[in-house]
């Protein structure tokens, strides 16, 4: 069995849905001769045509525009295997998504996995321990070890996962980081220090399922606006020295997991697969700044549900308080969004689907 990422069902409904996103091409190969190293256009970082004495085997573009593109390398006999990703830092951050990938690796997909070793390295072009790192030894397959790397490229994020059928769980440690230096690195802003998420030392109250707010105009727009000012205020939070610190809370989901900044008690970030593709809950932007719709009460808490994905961001109506990780999941699963609209390259910050507002009675 390989080892490039199967889409579960889930996320890919994630990835599906909404009408703006099923007019999204789907995923295409990327025509390169053997012997042509590949440069993501907007991060910068190139690939080589063979990595770690392995040869490219596969190159696809995921997303349009090189939102989220993968690279197989691999032995004639799939013994060795190594996959490259590069997508959008759109949400959660790299603990996060390395927290994800460490749950992908130890599914059992080819071998039950035993963690070896986790912790953070230095990637190549970095002088700080910005990267995290982990290993496993795998039985039950034909796959002795396992590994995944995670390390920031500005507003990037680029994944490393090896498997080897001869390799003890050690080797990888030394070769994985061996394998990105092989990787040609632009000159990159500073990048914070990786903390791996932890488990929070409090859990999320919830009292009771949340219901939408009264639907007017000035509730509509708040909705919309409370999300593009959040997308907003997110960009520059990657170039921070003291990110927020993730953890993971003990709210349980078969099929997602729930990520707290700062143990967040007003809001929680849904990860579903490990591509940097999510769900953010949290109170509204707008009244939480204290820029409430005239018609609104001084003291509402409006909350709502966004879907992140590479270039969009789609948005719930208003919710009265905050909904608990299987509503919000039932929201994006059920396509019940007011707004949509992008986050990248033409046309950013505008509507490209939503709901229209209902007309008030004066």
Not at 46 to 56: D, N
Not at 241 to 253: K, Q
């Amino acid at each position: 069995m390989g080892l490039l990422p199967k889409v579960a069902a889930l996320a890919a409904m994630m990835l599906c849905s909404g009408a703006a996103q099923a007019q999204d091409p789907p995923s295409r190969p990327i025509e390169l001769a053997a012997k042509v190293p590949f440069t993501h256009q907007h991060s910068k970082v190139q690939l080589p045509a063979v990595l770690a004495g392995l040869p490219r085997i596969q190159a696809m573009e995921n997303e349009p525009d090189q939102l989220h593109t993968s690279f197989l390398y691999a032995s004639p006999d799939r013994g060795e295997q190594y996959i490259v990703i590069i997508y959008r830092d759109v949400g959660g951050g790299l603990p996060v998504w390395f927290d994800r990938a460490r749950r992908r690796a130890e599914r059992g997909e080819i071998g039950t996995a035993a963690l070896h070793w986790a912790g953070e390295f230095v990637p190549p072009g970095r002088t700080n321990a910005s990267g995290l790192l982990a290993t496993y030894a795998l039985t039950g397959g034909s796959y002795r070890s396992s590994g995944v790397a995670l390390v920031p490229a500005g507003e990037w994020l680029i994944t490393i996962w090896a498997a080897s059928r001869t390799r003890s769980p050690a080797e990888l440690d030394a070769l994985i980081p061996k394998a990105l230096a092989e990787i040609v690195w632009p000159k990159m802003d500073p990048a914070p220090a990786a903390v791996p998420v932890a488990a929070c030392t409090s859990s999320l109250a919830f009292s009771g399922e949340a219901k939408p707010v009264p639907r007017d105009e000035d509730s509509f727009a708040q909705s919309f606006m409370g999300a593009v000012l959040d997308a907003k205020l997110m960009e520059p939070l990657r170039r921070v020295t003291d990110p927020p610190r993730w953890c993971r809370d003990s709210i349980g989901l078969d099929n997602a997991g729930v990520y707290r900044a700062d143990e967040q008690k007003d809001g929680y970030f849904l990860a579903v697969n490990d591509s940097g593709r999510g769900v953010r809950v949290r109170r509204n932007a707008v009244t939480t700044s204290g820029q409430r719709a005239a018609n609104s009460k001084a003291h509402d808490e409006r909350y709502e549900v966004q879907m992140t994905q590479m270039s969009r961001i789609s948005t719930s109506a208003l919710l009265d308080r905050l909904p608990p990780p299987a509503q919000a999941l039932a929201i994006v699963m059920e396509d019940r969004f007011a707004t949509t609209f992008r986050t990248w390259g033409e046309g950013k910050w505008q509507v490209v689907a939503h709901e229209a507002p209902p007309k008030v009675r004066r």
